[in-house]
């Protein structure tokens, strides 16, 4: 035991060094935001703590629907995208339980499973214009209904999209959430041993759908809460999405804020400072909000769970079939759009198909994209390498010295996640410059970090937990050290979830525009800086090239967080 | 002040046409920036330059725009040994939260941002939040090949004065954009439009005043159809003042938003998504800053053939564009080298060139050597491109109070 104590003795350092790496620039970028929030910001003549502009905030014609459209769109977003995953991952589950492929249906769930994962790594902002595309008044559906059917010569007057229930925002972000919560599902489940509940679920005569719900559910909910606390986060302040699809007059908050800070006047930054504040409020109250609605939820079907009622519950396959479908058809026909465009030189309406093809598209970027992809590729792998150590650091400090990570300093670690970046950055921005660190790789990388570690945190840390305590025992037992235990038990049982939160690490920092550019110092080029730029023109043929570039590097990661535990393990069955 | 005799003795021996006119221009200067403490001889500045590296800070969102600024890096690299780095914003706000930063955290000198792409109001902003460094314009040789006097917003950037902060890059005038493929008849007025637009419901509409091109649309309406446009060149003097000649406004647009795309409920959400949306044919008629846009863009193939512009029989909107350095650029010189060269006959040329970006000159053609003059005669003026003298008169932008008050006006009435 004491040898034990002594190996793990410098294990505390870990928390302690992600706390302090958190601390610093996070609350620089918090003074950053509340201090012109309450009115204080020198350079801009700002000198008097007050609270007017939270008045000028509340009295602002806009604001009402502008947080009823946030708040509406994000949870709703949240709400069924959890809900489609859910349905989904029990599908996908009970295939794999068969082991009969030879079922129609079960083929289909292997296309659904195969065909959405890899939709996590398109970047938002390439969905939402391709899913633009594809339901605009003018847009690919309409295309081939007017060749087909009617022959309209110009577009018909429809409100799709920047519709003003931001029912398309909500659409946009569903297709990007989905196959984010349902690999989050479905890399928990080995952890709860779903199969075993399942089976006995069926031997004592539920359905699959059934068991699904009242065994797996129940268990596997709080290994994803953190996720989806995120995905809520993310629909609430997501800009790039909303600007997109999102109604204009008003848009949401976050877009909103944005367009304060765009303002040339610089006095509105007080305003978006004030804004970002209330929208990180919102965030918190949606946060709890969720939280108690799980409460209750609980308390009302805790009856249900028990009530011993056996049904099938097969009309949820083919809601799960025909939903799944629906968001894998549509995600597909908008990469497809998009890939046209960055292939096509004109594609007016109502051609379905593009009128002149060209390669221009892509040979005008192929000759810088070396450089630009190289740096994307090194600060993503960097930053993912740097939080998985700290990451893995701090869940062994929590097991073998029995602390948990604290309520609050887990706070810290998300808040990144939860604030407006444009404002949270500014803060950082002034301390980057204090330190003398701006517009280095090294400020870079950090930068990426307050990113990417909280959704590596959050994608490992419950599969991390729920690891069955008995193999280290065992492992102790033998007489192992930590760290044999660490590298001999741990990590080859935890391969996968330990990849899939690599890979989307890394996804997180490919996808980093503001970070970059502001603790880059406008020195770093990656493929996002070039693409968020190229966005502004709003020109489809080269978003489609962007947009595509952006999506191979995580893709390539994800594919192979997925492939290599299942050679890895192509022996052992249930580690895959 | 030995500075400005400086610039006094080498404007006189650098040209032989117009001494006076010269002499005019460089008093006015005088007297707009009392004295300079940013002088240097040209000689000094090409020397310190050498070597530097330039962070440009420009809009990156087009792809024929970053091509011409990446021909200027090789250019300047060639001639004077600056290495230029675009840096491609999507917005320049992001550029101006950057220097705002460093301000804010007492860096006074190497900044990130060495040389930046600024509009009117930015520069306004800029220039009296103390963002900027100069007078640095006096300085570049080619600066007096600049049209002053056929182009006053040269300067005097939306009724700001320059004073020699900012140097002028091209020139911006407001038209609009249709298919001649679907509209025959193009109106002449703000009222016909309104007029054509009864004619043909939804397929008009402006970018969301958010963006720059919104706001011109609701000052261009205002000019037309205020009793008193004179009133729009000095701030906002009352409340009244404002209800009162901005009231017709409101009116027109009362009427004209119901027959805009979506009925005047939704707005297109910036100037490029408006433009992709007359090439969907979601839109008849859309709106530009630029008159040889319209025809570099049927050139890269984003606008139909059949793109065709119009303006206004009593004139439009028309302002300039320009570069900026920030106070605490570490790589002035090398700045004042790029700003200099992007006023060369050669890079404005090159500029004005539909098939490259198609962005109007600054500079006087008069002034320029035969041969370039010339050159510049000879440069195709783009299918779609009105002919100067059918461009019709140049209003001045209205003072920069009233966008913002209009801005604000907009926003509480159909924004919501």
Same mark, same amino acid.
């Given at each position: 035991?004491?040898?034990?104590?002594?190996?793990?003795?410098?294990?505390?350092?870990?928390?302690?060094?992600?706390?302090?790496?958190?601390?610093?620039?996070?609350?620089?970028?918090?003074?950053?935001?509340?201090?012109?929030?309450?009115?204080?910001?020198?350079?801009?003549?700002?000198?008097?703590?007050?609270?007017?502009?939270?008045?000028?905030?509340?009295?602002?014609?806009?604001?009402?629907?502008?947080?009823?459209?946030?708040?509406?769109?994000?949870?709703?977003?949240?709400?069924?995208?959890?809900?489609?995953?859910?349905?989904?991952?029990?599908?996908?589950?009970?295939?794999?339980?068969?082991?009969?492929?030879?079922?129609?249906?079960?083929?289909?769930?292997?296309?659904?499973?195969?065909?959405?994962?890899?939709?996590?790594?398109?970047?938002?902002?390439?969905?939402?214009?391709?899913?633009?595309?594809?339901?605009?008044?003018?847009?690919?559906?309409?295309?081939?209904?007017?060749?087909?059917?009617?022959?309209?010569?110009?577009?018909?007057?429809?409100?799709?999209?920047?519709?003003?229930?931001?029912?398309?925002?909500?659409?946009?972000?569903?297709?990007?959430?989905?196959?984010?919560?349902?690999?989050?599902?479905?890399?928990?489940?080995?952890?709860?041993?779903?199969?075993?509940?399942?089976?006995?679920?069926?031997?004592?005569?539920?359905?699959?759908?059934?068991?699904?719900?009242?065994?797996?559910?129940?268990?596997?909910?709080?290994?994803?809460?953190?996720?989806?606390?995120?995905?809520?986060?993310?629909?609430?302040?997501?800009?790039?999405?909303?600007?997109?699809?999102?109604?204009?007059?008003?848009?949401?908050?976050?877009?909103?804020?944005?367009?304060?800070?765009?303002?040339?006047?610089?006095?509105?930054?007080?305003?978006?400072?004030?804004?970002?504040?209330?929208?990180?409020?919102?965030?918190?109250?949606?946060?709890?909000?969720?939280?108690?609605?799980?409460?209750?939820?609980?308390?009302?079907?805790?009856?249900?769970?028990?009530?011993?009622?056996?049904?099938?519950?097969?009309?949820?396959?083919?809601?799960?079939?025909?939903?799944?479908?629906?968001?894998?058809?549509?995600?597909?026909?908008?990469?497809?759009?998009?890939?046209?465009?960055?292939?096509?030189?004109?594609?007016?309406?109502?051609?379905?198909?593009?009128?002149?093809?060209?390669?221009?598209?892509?040979?005008?970027?192929?000759?810088?994209?070396?450089?630009?992809?190289?740096?994307?590729?090194?600060?993503?792998?960097?930053?993912?390498?740097?939080?998985?150590?700290?990451?893995?650091?701090?869940?062994?400090?929590?097991?073998?010295?029995?602390?948990?990570?604290?309520?609050?300093?887990?706070?810290?670690?998300?808040?990144?996640?939860?604030?407006?970046?444009?404002?949270?950055?500014?803060?950082?921005?002034?301390?980057?410059?204090?330190?003398?660190?701006?517009?280095?790789?090294?400020?870079?990388?950090?930068?990426?970090?307050?990113?990417?570690?909280?959704?590596?945190?959050?994608?490992?840390?419950?599969?991390?937990?729920? =690891?069955? @305590?008995? /193999? %280290?025992? $065992?492992?102790?037992?033998?007489?192992?050290?930590?760290? *044999?235990?660490? !590298? &001999?038990?741990?990590?080859?049982?935890?391969?996968?979830?330990?990849?899939?939160?690599?890979?989307?690490?890394?996804?997180?920092?490919?996808?980093?525009?503001?970070?970059?550019?502001?603790?880059?110092?406008?020195?770093?080029?990656?493929?996002?800086?070039?693409?968020?730029?190229?966005?502004?023109?709003?020109?489809?043929?080269?978003?489609?090239?962007?947009?595509? =570039?952006? @999506?191979? /590097? %995580?893709? $390539?990661?994800?594919?192979?967080?997925?492939?290599?535990? *299942?050679?890895? !393990? &192509?022996?052992?069955?249930?580690?895959? | 002040?030995?500075?400005?005799?400086?610039?006094?003795?080498?404007?006189?021996?650098?040209?032989?046409?117009?001494?006076?006119?010269?002499?005019?221009?460089?008093?006015?200067?005088?007297?707009?920036?009392?004295?300079?403490?940013?002088?240097?001889?040209?000689?000094?500045?090409?020397?310190?330059?050498?070597?530097?590296?330039?962070?440009?800070?420009?809009?990156?969102?087009?792809?024929?725009?970053?091509?011409?600024?990446?021909?200027?890096?090789?250019?300047?690299?060639?001639?004077?040994?600056?290495?230029?780095?675009?840096?491609?914003?999507?917005?320049?706000?992001?550029?101006?939260?950057?220097?705002?930063?460093?301000?804010?955290?007492?860096?006074?000198?190497?900044?990130?941002?060495?040389?930046?792409?600024?509009?009117?109001?930015?520069?306004?902003?800029?220039?009296?939040?103390?963002?900027?460094?100069?007078?640095?314009?006096?300085?570049?040789?080619?600066?007096?090949?600049?049209?002053?006097?056929?182009?006053?917003?040269?300067?005097?950037?939306?009724?700001?004065?320059?004073?020699?902060?900012?140097?002028?890059?091209?020139?911006?005038?407001?038209?609009?954009?249709?298919?001649?493929?679907?509209?025959?008849?193009?109106?002449?007025?703000?009222?016909?439009?309104?007029?054509?637009?009864?004619?043909?419901?939804?397929?008009?509409?402006?970018?969301?005043?958010?963006?720059?091109?919104?706001?011109?649309?609701?000052?261009?309406?205002?000019?037309?159809?205020?009793?008193?446009?004179?009133?729009?060149?000095?701030?906002?003097?009352?409340?009244?003042?404002?209800?009162?000649?901005?009231?017709?406004?409101?009116?027109?647009?009362?009427?004209?938003?119901?027959?805009?795309?979506?009925?005047?409920?939704?707005?297109?959400?910036?100037?490029?998504?408006?433009?992709?949306?007359?090439?969907?044919?979601?839109?008849?008629?859309?709106?530009?800053?630029?008159?040889?846009?319209?025809?570099?863009?049927?050139?890269?193939?984003?606008?139909?053939?059949?793109?065709?512009?119009?303006?206004?029989?009593?004139?439009?909107?028309?302002?300039?564009?320009?570069?900026?350095?920030?106070?605490?650029?570490?790589?002035?010189?090398?700045?004042?080298?790029?700003?200099?060269?992007?006023?060369?006959?050669?890079?404005?040329?090159?500029?004005?060139?539909?098939?490259?970006?198609?962005?109007?000159?600054?500079?006087?053609?008069?002034?320029?050597?035969?041969?370039?003059?010339?050159?510049?005669?000879?440069?195709?003026?783009?299918?779609?491109?009105?002919?100067?003298?059918?461009?019709?008169?140049?209003?001045?932008?209205?003072?920069?109070?009233?966008?913002?008050?209009?801005?604000?006006?907009?926003?509480?009435?159909?924004?919501?």
């Amino acid at each position: 035991m004491a040898t034990t104590l002594r190996a793990v003795s410098f294990l505390p350092a870990f928390p302690i060094l992600t706390k302090l790496l958190f601390l610093l620039p996070i609350s620089a970028g918090l003074f950053g935001v509340l201090l012109p929030a309450l009115g204080y910001f020198p350079d801009l003549g700002g000198n008097q703590f007050h609270f007017d502009i939270f008045r000028q905030l509340l009295e602002h014609p806009a604001l009402p629907y502008s947080v009823w459209l946030t708040l509406f769109s994000g949870i709703a977003a949240t709400l069924i995208s959890l809900s489609l995953a859910i349905l989904l991952a029990a599908m996908l589950s009970r295939e794999s339980l068969s082991g009969n492929n030879n079922n129609k249906i079960n083929r289909l769930f292997v296309i659904v499973r195969r065909g959405l994962i890899p939709l996590i790594a398109v970047p938002h902002a390439a969905i939402a214009l391709g899913l633009a595309f594809l339901i605009a008044p003018s847009g690919w559906i309409i295309r081939w209904f007017s060749l087909l059917v009617l022959g309209w010569e110009t577009p018909p007057e429809l409100v799709t999209v920047q519709d003003p229930f931001g029912l398309s925002l909500i659409f946009g972000l569903v297709l990007k959430e989905t196959p984010y919560l349902l690999l989050m599902i479905l890399a928990a489940l080995p952890q709860i041993r779903a199969r075993e509940y399942l089976r006995i679920g069926q031997s004592l005569g539920y359905g699959n759908f059934r068991s699904w719900l009242k065994l797996v559910l129940p268990q596997v909910y709080p290994l994803i809460r953190l996720p989806v606390f995120a995905v809520l986060a993310f629909s609430l302040s997501v800009v790039d999405v909303a600007l997109i699809l999102g109604p204009t007059t008003p848009p949401t908050l976050a877009v909103l804020i944005l367009r304060w800070i765009d303002n040339p006047d610089l006095s509105f930054r007080f305003l978006a400072s004030a804004g970002a504040v209330l929208l990180l409020g919102l965030t918190m109250a949606s946060l709890i909000f969720w939280r108690v609605s799980e409460w209750l939820l609980l308390i009302k079907w805790r009856n249900w769970l028990s009530n011993g009622k056996r049904g099938s519950g097969n009309e949820a396959n083919k809601l799960a079939a025909m939903s799944g479908f629906l968001l894998l058809g549509t995600a597909f026909f908008s990469v497809l759009g998009l890939a046209f465009w960055s292939l096509s030189l004109r594609w007016p309406y109502p051609h379905v198909l593009p009128q002149i093809w060209t390669q221009r598209n892509w040979e005008r970027h192929w000759n810088s994209l070396r450089e630009t992809a190289f740096t994307t590729l090194e600060v993503g792998v960097i930053a993912a390498v740097i939080a998985l150590f700290l990451v893995v650091g701090c869940l062994e400090n929590e097991q073998w010295r029995r602390v948990r990570f604290s309520f609050r300093s887990q706070w810290l670690l998300y808040l990144p996640l939860l604030i407006p970046q444009a404002t949270f950055l500014l803060g950082i921005q002034i301390l980057a410059v204090r330190l003398e660190m701006d517009g280095t790789f090294l400020l870079l990388v950090w930068s990426h970090l307050l990113f990417v570690l909280p959704y590596i945190f959050l994608t490992l840390a419950d599969p991390w937990r729920n =690891l069955d @305590a008995r /193999f %280290p025992q $065992i492992g102790q037992c033998l007489g192992a050290s930590p760290l *044999r235990i660490l !590298f &001999r038990i741990k990590l080859p049982l935890l391969l996968k979830p330990l990849l899939v939160a690599s890979a989307i690490g890394f996804a997180v920092s490919v996808a980093q525009y503001l970070p970059t550019l502001f603790a880059g110092g406008g020195r770093f080029v990656t493929l996002t800086t070039e693409a968020v730029s190229y966005a502004a023109g709003a020109d489809r043929r080269v978003i489609g090239v962007y947009g595509f =570039l952006q @999506a191979l /590097f %995580p893709w $390539i990661a994800l594919l192979m967080a997925l492939a290599i535990p *299942r050679w890895r !393990f &192509r022996n052992r069955a249930a580690l895959t | 002040m030995n500075i400005n005799f400086n610039t006094i003795s080498s404007t006189k021996s650098g040209t032989t046409a117009k001494p006076l006119y010269y002499l005019i221009i460089t008093i006015i200067f005088l007297l707009l920036t009392s004295f300079s403490a940013y002088g240097n001889s040209w000689e000094d500045i090409t020397k310190k330059a050498k070597g530097q590296t330039v962070y440009w800070n420009a809009w990156g969102g087009s792809e024929e725009i970053n091509a011409y600024i990446s021909w200027v890096g090789s250019r300047v690299k060639d001639d004077h040994g600056v290495i230029l780095k675009h840096v491609k914003l999507a917005s320049t706000a992001d550029a101006v939260s950057r220097v705002l930063a460093e301000k804010a955290a007492g860096r006074t000198n190497n900044g990130s941002v060495d040389l930046i792409w600024i509009n009117g109001e930015n520069f306004a902003k800029m220039k009296e939040n103390e963002l900027l460094y100069g007078p640095f314009t006096e300085n570049l040789p080619n600066f007096k090949l600049v049209d002053f006097k056929g182009k006053p917003t040269t300067l005097i950037d939306f009724h700001v004065p320059v004073d020699g902060y900012e140097a002028p890059w091209g020139m911006a005038k407001f038209n609009f954009v249709y298919d001649s493929a679907r509209v025959s008849e193009t109106p002449k007025s703000i009222p016909e439009l309104l007029q054509w637009s009864e004619r043909h419901p939804g397929r008009f509409s402006y970018p969301h005043v958010t963006d720059f091109l919104g706001s011109t649309f609701l000052m261009q309406a205002l000019i037309e159809l205020t009793e008193n446009p004179e009133v729009l060149n000095h701030s906002v003097k009352s409340k009244a003042a404002f209800t009162k000649t901005t009231a017709q406004l409101w009116n027109y647009l009362n009427q004209l938003h119901p027959l805009l795309w979506r009925s005047g409920k939704s707005f297109p959400a910036s100037s490029s998504v408006q433009q992709q949306m007359l090439n969907d044919s979601e839109l008849d008629i859309a709106l530009s800053f630029n008159p040889s846009a319209t025809s570099a863009a049927i050139a890269n193939g984003s606008l139909p053939e059949s793109a065709r512009t119009f303006v206004l029989k009593k004139g439009t909107i028309g302002n300039t564009h320009f570069v900026a350095i920030p106070f605490n650029s570490g790589s002035s010189e090398g700045a004042m080298i790029v700003a200099n060269f992007l006023l060369s006959p050669e890079a404005q040329m090159q500029k004005q060139n539909p098939q490259i970006w198609g962005d109007s000159t600054v500079l006087s053609i008069a002034k320029l050597a035969a041969q370039d003059q010339q050159k510049f005669k000879s440069l195709p003026l783009g299918i779609a491109t009105l002919a100067p003298e059918k461009l019709g008169p140049t209003q001045p932008n209205p003072h920069p109070d009233w966008k913002n008050q209009l801005d604000a006006e907009w926003q509480r009435r159909y924004g919501q």
